[in-house]
């Protein structure tokens, strides 16, 4: 089993900054592929970014240039940089993780999930 578990989420204005952290623990060997997404009130939940072990990156068109993924394998961390925040980020920001070795932001694609983190952007 994988234990994930979101920090760093608050309330910000626009054009403010954020940094989700997701800490791992227990089977961390099954977390080669680890990933943000997020679910505003009435939407789908959605792929944000995601990261494998050896730095394969990618990042949803919709947050891209504001939006940085990156890892820590010693710390078995992944943090979620997040800059001109906008009123439609407004969300909550999961963390997701799967041994898989292919790394996408596809939600079926990952089997362990955070309790989540909200993010709340006021203009």
């Known amino acids: 089993q994988v234990q994930l578990v979101e920090s760093g989420g608050g309330s910000v204005q626009a054009g403010g900054s954020l940094t989700l952290s997701c800490a791992a623990s227990?089977?961390?060997?099954?977390?080669?592929?680890m990933g943000w997404f997020r679910q505003a009130p009435g939407k789908d939940r959605e792929g944000v970014a995601a990261?494998?072990?050896?730095?394969?990156?990618v990042v949803a068109d919709s947050v891209k240039g504001r939006f940085t993924v990156s890892r820590d394998n010693a710390k078995s961390t992944l943090y979620l940089q997040m800059n001109n925040l906008k009123p439609e980020d407004t969300a909550m920001y999961y963390c997701?993780?799967?041994?898989?070795?292919?790394?996408?932001?596809?939600?079926?694609?990952?089997?362990?999930w955070g309790q989540g983190t909200q993010v709340t952007v006021s203009s």
């Open positions: 990261m494998d072990k050896n730095g394969y990156i």
């Open positions: 227990g089977y961390t060997y099954s977390t080669n592929c």
């Open positions: 997701a993780a799967d041994r898989r070795l292919m790394c996408g932001l596809v939600r079926r694609d990952f089997w362990y």
